[in-house]
């Protein structure tokens, strides 16, 4: 396999035998079902010095009108934390949400887009407690005076959590469907993740595809004018497709150089030790951070009736970037969209009532390689020095 950069390679990989290729994937991913063993999470992240920076939920909500499925991908960026946060925070926030909503389904929405905006305003919450300090008091502080502040792993490191928690950024894909399978709520918060529902009429019919999730970015011209119409005379908030330049999703939990003042990223942000693994990145935005915030915290959520699909066979299919990825990196993998998810939906469909976790492996089977025996076994444990695969989550789930 070809590497990148100066040194392009190339490097050595082991080939398994088609018999050991199952055991193999299985190896390398973090897998999660849920109870009634109608979801199946599955995260991959072959290169043995990589983080994971994906993180997953599979989760039963247990409310007075009976048990709610709960599904999240989390996609983590610049690092794991604000993902991990996710984890911790939001299941507890949307049950308390969620309770007073299971007699009127109408305020489950609000409920979903709400636990996101208040995950997010809690990390803001708990840095500026940090820094009480007016923005003119924070500008004349010295660095010896913030970093004894903000680097406190010797006594313990909370204070050093809630900075990264700020600095990291983490998109959201989320699915609920309630007790009865008839209601689906798809909420998404940034771009690349992707949402999937998979049905056909019966055993004889073509498996359909349709896609539940949005992109947030700057590539998506209603995002980009969205955020010009918000700053005004900022020619600069959004160019090379990115914001500020610099990031390119326009929606995200954290990030929050792009939604604070530059002061913080000026005097604390890049005072975080370890903090920002390309400084001199958040130095050349901070200059255009004339009027935050840039990036939103306001999700989107798409109902999906699923009473029609009462007589169907149906199910969700989630997925990291990682996924999309893995067709789009190579030179012959150029195809739309569209066509890639339904794709998808047809490896999965054949197996996946009777044999989720058959389904999952054929779909990242397919995604590493297919048939190539050589293709995705290189994909698997090539030796290269840096990552060559980004971050892989899936989830299914049957409905």
């Known amino acids: 396999?070809?590497?990148?950069?100066?040194?392009?390679?190339?490097?050595?990989?082991?080939?398994?035998?088609?018999?050991?290729?199952?055991?193999?994937?299985?190896?390398?991913?973090?897998?999660?079902?849920?109870?009634?063993?109608?979801?199946?999470?599955?995260?991959?992240?072959?290169?043995?010095?990589?983080?994971?920076?994906?993180?997953?939920?599979?989760?039963?909500?247990?409310l007075p009108n009976g048990v709610w499925s709960l599904n999240c991908v989390f996609d983590g960026h610049g690092g794991y934390e604000t993902a991990d946060y996710l984890v911790s925070e939001l299941p507890s926030l949307l049950m308390a949400g969620l309770l007073p909503t299971v007699t009127n389904l109408e305020g489950v929405s609000d409920v979903l887009t709400r636990a996101i905006f208040d995950v997010d305003e809690a990390i803001t919450r708990d840095f500026l407690k940090i820094f009480p300090e007016e923005v003119d008091e924070?500008?004349?502080?010295?660095?010896?005076?913030?970093?004894?502040?903000?680097?406190?792993?010797?006594?313990?490191?909370?204070?050093?959590?809630?900075?990264?928690?700020?600095?990291?950024?983490?998109?959201?894909?989320?699915?609920?469907?309630?007790?009865?399978?008839?209601?689906?709520?798809?909420?998404?918060?940034?771009?690349?993740?992707?949402?999937?529902?998979?049905?056909?009429?019966?055993?004889?019919?073509?498996?359909?595809?349709?896609i539940l999730s949005d992109n947030h970015n700057g590539n998506n011209?209603?995002?980009?004018?969205?955020?010009?119409?918000?700053?005004?005379?900022?020619?600069?908030?959004?160019?090379?497709?990115?914001?500020?330049?610099?990031l390119a999703v326009t929606r995200a939990v954290g990030d929050h150089s792009f939604k604070l003042p530059r002061i913080y990223a000026e005097k604390i942000f890049l005072n975080v030790e370890p903090g920002f693994r390309v400084p001199a990145a958040i130095e050349s935005f901070i200059p255009r951070n004339l009027s935050p915030p840039y990036v939103s915290n306001l999700a989107s959520v798409r109902y999906v009736d699923l009473h029609e699909q009462s007589s169907c066979d149906c199910f969700i299919l989630m997925c990291s970037d990682g996924l999309v990825d893995l067709y789009m990196d190579g030179p012959d993998h150029v195809e739309s969209h569209t066509s890639l998810v339904q794709k998808w939906v047809g490896i999965v469909g054949g197996v996946v009532k009777d044999d989720?976790?058959?389904?999952?492996?054929?779909?990242?089977?397919?995604?590493?390689?297919?048939?190539?025996?050589?293709?995705?076994?290189?994909?698997l444990n090539v030796d290269m020095p840096v990552p060559y695969m980004d971050d892989t989550t899936v989830i299914l789930q049957m409905l």
Not at 39 to 61: C, F, K, T, W
Not at 179 to 189: A, E, G, M, Q
Request: with cysteine; aromatic share 4%; charged share 25%.
């Open 1 to 62: 396999m070809q590497g990148y950069g100066s040194d392009r390679g190339p490097w050595r990989y082991r080939l398994f035998p088609e018999h050991e290729l199952r055991a193999q994937i299985l190896k390398r991913c973090t897998t999660n079902i849920s109870s009634d063993g109608r979801s199946l999470g599955a995260s991959l992240q072959p290169h043995v010095s990589s983080v994971n920076e994906d993180r997953y939920l599979i989760m039963d909500l247990s």
């Open 138 to 210: 924070i500008a004349t502080m010295s660095d010896i005076t913030v970093k004894a502040r903000v680097n406190d792993q010797s006594s313990g490191g909370l204070n050093h959590q809630k900075a990264l928690r700020c600095l990291r950024g983490s998109t959201v894909l989320l699915t609920l469907v309630d007790p009865t399978k008839k209601h689906l709520w798809v909420l998404n918060l940034g771009d690349g993740l992707v949402a999937v529902l998979g049905s056909r009429r019966d055993a004889s019919s073509q498996w359909n595809a349709s």
């Open 221 to 246: 011209p209603a995002e980009a004018d969205r955020i010009k119409q918000q700053h005004p005379g900022e020619p600069e908030c959004i160019f090379d497709d990115r914001v500020l330049g610099n």
């Open 356 to 379: 989720i976790q058959e389904a999952m492996l054929r779909l990242l089977r397919h995604a590493l390689g297919a048939e190539d025996i050589d293709s995705v076994s290189c994909m």
